[in-house]
């Protein structure tokens, strides 16, 4: 595939843009009912619990912007396993990841129709719940074909609708909490067991999986080495510290009982009344919104990515590669992700698949993790075979001695923390892993094994022969 095609990528995300991705890429509909199983699970040491577990993700989240340092196209996870384990572990990523980040958008149009429903029940019947699925599908598709600025513009004002409520409901939660009780009973907060810990990371984890939404859409970033390690360090962080607040707020005003409805709209219901209540249910549907969208701008651009490795060969390919002449987006990458998550949320078909999305997403994780390590090897090696180079002619001439100081600059910059963070990254990758069911283990096996399956029948000899 020609590489006209990627320098006609408008470069639309900026910081705040990426930071955006970032946060709406994590913040969906998991935070509204995260509160009460978290509660349930650790009682009052469930806030405490985000910050511990949120310090360990960071491990994975910055061995993402150090790969979006060394790769800047635009693919992502695409991107690092070709770069790290050839076509066929690329193909097999970008298959996988796709059918989760896909997954992930047919169940989450499911998730904001029944939030709406509690407004507008019509939405929940079903001729009603069919049409606003196909609606909600148009929706996203135009706004991202009409232009990367278009669809970042809409991310813009839906990730203000869904901050503000979320900022209203700390400030004044925490305005009418009686502090004096609050902190009495947390300085008596026993730590869980380790099993019981165990269950509630997971959930934590869990509430942290979709930050490497910014990093799909790398090529379409303004100044990428700098824009995505940062967005991702602070909004990472930011969002951590976040669901800190939510939580110990949670537990000290509506505690262990078991809400009626989801939990944050229990919460503003107690602080604000039905008013409350209702305006955070409506958030909830603005807050599932804004997830859609950064999902469905980063998930197109993975069959994009893939064509343009020739990694979807033939017309189908040239087709995905293909850039919109006028509105600069891969319309039809966007067009058919849109049929195809629509077509799933319309048939319930993405329950089946959704066994395995979050398997499938961690073991993403964790290759990615794999190729920053051998990255980082390779280039401390490539440093020290020419260190020796510049050192020997360094004996000749002056010259020589600042070419050395030059190529020994970047393998010292790879410091023995920087090469500890991937290995911890790694262990909390295969710890979560393990945590994962036998179900979700045999849906992602049989993924990878239709992949495979899909790889040598498009690149076996004989094929690979009669199109040349």
């Known amino acids: 595939m020609s590489s006209e095609n990627k320098s006609l990528l408008t470069k639309g995300i900026g910081g705040i843009g990426a930071a955006l991705l970032v946060l709406n890429g994590l913040i969906g509909a998991g935070i509204f009912a995260l509160p009460a199983k978290m509660a349930a699970e650790l009682g009052a040491f469930s806030p405490y619990i985000f910050l511990i577990f949120g310090a360990l993700m960071l491990a994975i989240v910055w061995c993402f912007g150090q790969l979006a340092v060394r790769y800047q196209e635009t693919g992502g996870p695409v991107i690092y396993a070709q770069k790290g384990f050839g076509n066929a572990a690329a193909f097999q990523t970008g298959f996988v990841y796709y059918l989760a980040r896909a997954t992930a958008i047919a169940a989450n149009m499911h998730v904001l129709l ?84 165990s269950a509630g990371a997971l959930l934590t984890l869990y509430a942290f999986i979709g930050f490497e939404t910014v990093v799909v859409t790398s090529g379409e970033t303004d100044s990428p080495k700098k824009t995505i390690p940062r967005a991702l360090m602070l909004t990472v962080s930011g969002i951590a510290i976040f669901y800190f607040f939510v939580q110990w707020l949670y537990w000290h005003t509506v505690g262990p009982a078991k809400p009626d409805s989801a939990p944050l709209i229990a919460l503003a219901n107690v602080i604000f009344g039905e008013t409350g209540a209702l305006i955070m249910t409506l958030t909830a549907v603005v807050s599932v919104a804004g997830n859609l969208l950064a999902n469905m701008i980063s998930t197109s651009r993975l069959t994009f990515s893939m064509a343009q490795q020739s990694l979807i060969p033939g017309r189908l390919g040239h087709k995905l590669g293909e850039i919109h002449s006028t509105f600069a987006t891969p319309a039809v990458s966007i067009t058919i992700l849109g049929i195809f998550a629509g077509t799933m949320a319309l048939s319930g078909s ?15 994780y964790a290759m990615c993790v794999v190729v920053l390590i051998k990255a980082q090897r390779t280039f401390l090696r490539r440093g020290s075979s020419q260190g020796e180079s510049s050192q020997s002619s360094s004996l000749s001439n002056e010259h020589g001695r600042n070419s050395d100081l030059t190529s020994a600059a970047p393998t010292n910059a790879i410091t023995p923390l920087k090469r500890l963070i991937p290995f911890a990254a790694l262990a909390v990758c295969a710890w979560s892993i393990a945590q994962s069911s036998t179900n979700a283990w045999l849906f992602l096996l049989g993924e990878l094994a239709v992949g495979a399956l899909l790889y040598f029948a498009i690149f076996s000899p004989s094929n690979t022969k009669s199109k040349g």
């Open 114 to 197: 029944l939030y709406a429903g509690y407004v507008w029940p019509e939405l929940n019947t079903g001729a009603g719940k069919s049409f606003a699925i196909l609606g909600l599908t148009t929706a996203l598709i135009v706004v991202n074909i009409v232009g990367l600025k278009a669809a970042m513009r809409s991310l813009d004002t839906i990730s203000v609708l869904k901050l503000v409520p979320f900022v209203a409901l700390i400030v004044v939660g925490y305005w009418q909490l009686d502090f004096s009780t609050a902190l009495t009973s947390s300085s008596a907060t026993v730590v869980p067991a380790f099993d019981t810990i």
């Open 350 to 364: 993405f329950v089946w698949l959704a066994i395995s999305s979050v398997l499938a997403r961690l073991v993403v």
